[in-house]
């Protein structure tokens, strides 16, 4: 991707399916209109994420010319770096894919973000160990390594051994369809259309092991209120139909049990409001850090596992368990207490301040602003 600043662009090397990727530009768009986004992409095809992005104004998007038949090396090569010059770039920032070795040795101002330090979720080891490789490589161009959050910077100064003082944290955004309103009618509606249970506790995600949804199902058995219901929003996978079922049987609750495929986008913050609470069983990745300020922006109680990383997002408008008792407890609390519940949801809307698009523009501008200086007090 490109961020343009001040007349002069700023190239943002991205997948154009990331998703803060989307959320960055999108911020960067919107309070800062006047300058130029430019993607970069080594697919020649648009998605709807993309196509989303170009409704702004001053976004492009930027794919190899026909003729270049390795697409891949033109991306992470000189063929990128040629064309960034070509189109007026003035600094490049590569999110979690790398910077093209064509910089390495250069004196172009380069911003590197890595969303997913180890790239836990990227595969096989194998995959994990070629990521690891590039990132090292990335951070030793790259003038200005960011993180999302405190443990990931933490682990990029000891895994990638880069100065502390080249690694800034900038803090994600929530997504702005999160402040639509909905109107009083509309439950009803999508309550009938998902065949939703009057009370219920939301998961979002996927259906995998290590999102520790029998955790999350335990938790749910072990509500003094017996008539709540879980819902699973995501797709079926084969963990899904020989663990996750079995263990719904296993728990007598699968009179409780809802999974729903897809909900469409426009719907999910009217589906977060209705639930009783929305659960993250695991805040390990940055992933789930989205889904925490995304639901608290929505105006939904969000329970969640305690780590480090929740703590630094979730503040103190969320509820916190380290084992599924201790947050069937806490959960049961707060609903069965409306004045506590109400407190909740203040402290969780105040608490998503923190993370505006304004915000994360502004920081990022000032990154960028300060890497552009950076190559003018060299020059000179």
């Not at 190239?11 to 960067?28: C, P, Q």
């Not at 270049?68 to 490049?92: C, P």
């Not at 209120?225 to 079926?236: A, F």
């Not at 780590?307 to 201790?326: L, M, V």
Request: glycine content about 6%; some cysteine.
């Amino acid at each position: 991707m490109v961020v343009g600043y001040g007349g002069r662009r700023i190239v943002m090397e991205n997948n154009d399916t990331s998703y803060y990727g989307r959320i960055l530009i999108k911020a960067l768009a919107t309070y800062y209109p006047d300058n130029y986004y430019i993607i970069y992409s080594p697919q020649n095809e648009k998605n709807k994420r993309l196509t989303a992005l170009l409704n702004e104004d001053g976004v492009r998007v930027k794919f190899p010319r026909n003729h270049i038949h390795n697409k891949e090396r033109w991306y992470t090569g000189n063929g990128i770096v040629r064309s960034a010059k070509g189109h007026g770039v003035n600094a490049f920032h590569g999110i979690d894919d790398g910077i093209a070795s064509g910089f390495n040795g250069s004196n172009f101002p380069t911003v590197f973000t890595m969303t997913d330090p180890l790239y836990k979720g990227a595969g096989g080891w194998i995959q994990r160990m070629l990521l690891q490789r590039r990132a090292r490589k990335a951070c030793k161009i790259a003038k200005r390594v960011i993180a999302l959050n405190e443990v990931d910077r933490q682990v990029i100064i000891d895994h990638y051994h880069v100065n502390p003082d080249n690694v800034e944290v900038v803090h994600p955004c929530f997504f702005d369809g999160c402040d639509d309103s909905v109107p009083d009618n509309m439950y009803d509606i999508l309550r009938s259309k998902y065949h939703l249970p009057e009370k219920f506790v939301l998961y979002k995600g996927r259906f995998d092991k290590e999102d520790n949804l029998k955790e999350a199902m335990q938790l749910v058995h072990e509500l003094r209120d017996r008539k709540i219901s879980i819902v699973l929003l995501g797709y079926r996978s084969d963990y899904f139909d020989h663990v996750i079922k079995e263990h719904a049987h296993d728990l007598h609750i699968f009179h409780r049990f809802k999974q729903v495929d897809k909900v469409h986008h426009a719907d999910l913050t009217a589906v977060a409001k209705m639930a009783q609470a929305v659960i993250i069983p695991n805040t390990e990745r940055s992933r789930d850090m989205y889904k925490l300020i995304n639901a608290q922006r929505s105006g939904a109680l969000v329970i969640c596992k305690d780590s480090a990383k929740a703590r630094e997002f979730g503040g103190d408008g969320a509820i916190y368990y380290n084992s599924f008792g201790d947050g069937a407890d806490k959960l049961s609390d707060i609903l069965e207490d409306e004045n506590k519940k109400a407190a909740l949801l203040k402290a969780s809307r105040e608490n998503t301040e923190r993370f505006t698009g304004k915000i994360l523009a502004d920081e990022m501008i000032h990154i960028y602003r300060s890497v552009l200086m950076h190559r003018r007090l060299y020059q000179e």
